[in-house]
Nanobody, 121 residues
Framework: QAQLVESGGGLVQAGGSLRLSCAAS????????MGWFRQAPGKEREFVAA????????YYADSVKGRFTISRDNAKNTVYLQMNSLSPEDTALYYC??????????????WGRGTQVTVSS
C-alpha cells in the first residue's frame, strides 16, 4: 500500500528555519513527481513547491520563492522542504503529495496526512 509520511514540523520563531521530510513507501516513488502543499486554518489548501522525478526541475509558489527549497533523495524515497525566513503567514498544515504528472495536476494520486508548522511572531 502506497504511503507518504511527513515529519519535521513544529513551532519556530519568525525568521527561523525548518526542514520537512516526506518518506514514501509502497510504490516506486522515484518515478513520481512530488509536491508540497499547505492549508492554514480557515483557508483552502494551496500549492507550495514541486519537483520532478529526477530532481532536476522544480517550481514554487510566488509566496515562498527564494525562501523555500524542495529536494529529493530517490535512494531514500524521501522528499524534503527546506524552509527559511519563516513568517507567521507560513503557519499551516503541510502535506506532501505524489503523482506521475509534472507539472502537478489538480488531483494527485497520493497524499500524506500532514505535519503542522507554526511560526510565532
Amino acid at each position: 500500500q502506497a504511503q507518504l509520511v511527513e515529519s519535521g514540523g513544529g513551532l519556530v520563531q519568525a525568521g527561523g528555519s525548518l526542514r520537512l521530510s516526506c518518506a514514501a513507501s509502497g510504490r516506486t516513488f522515484s518515478v513520481y513527481a512530488m509536491g508540497w502543499f499547505r492549508q492554514a486554518p480557515g483557508k483552502e489548501r494551496e500549492f507550495v513547491a514541486a519537483i520532478n522525478w529526477s530532481g532536476r526541475s522544480t517550481y514554487y509558489a510566488d509566496s515562498v520563492k527564494g525562501r523555500f527549497t524542495i529536494s529529493r533523495d530517490n535512494a531514500k524515497n524521501t522528499v524534503y522542504l527546506q524552509m527559511n525566513s519563516l513568517s507567521p503567514e507560513d503557519t499551516a498544515l503541510y502535506y506532501c503529495a505524489a503523482d506521475l504528472s509534472y507539472p502537478l495536476k489538480t488531483e494527485l494520486a497520493y497524499w500524506g496526512r500532514g505535519t503542522q508548522v507554526t511560526v510565532s511572531s
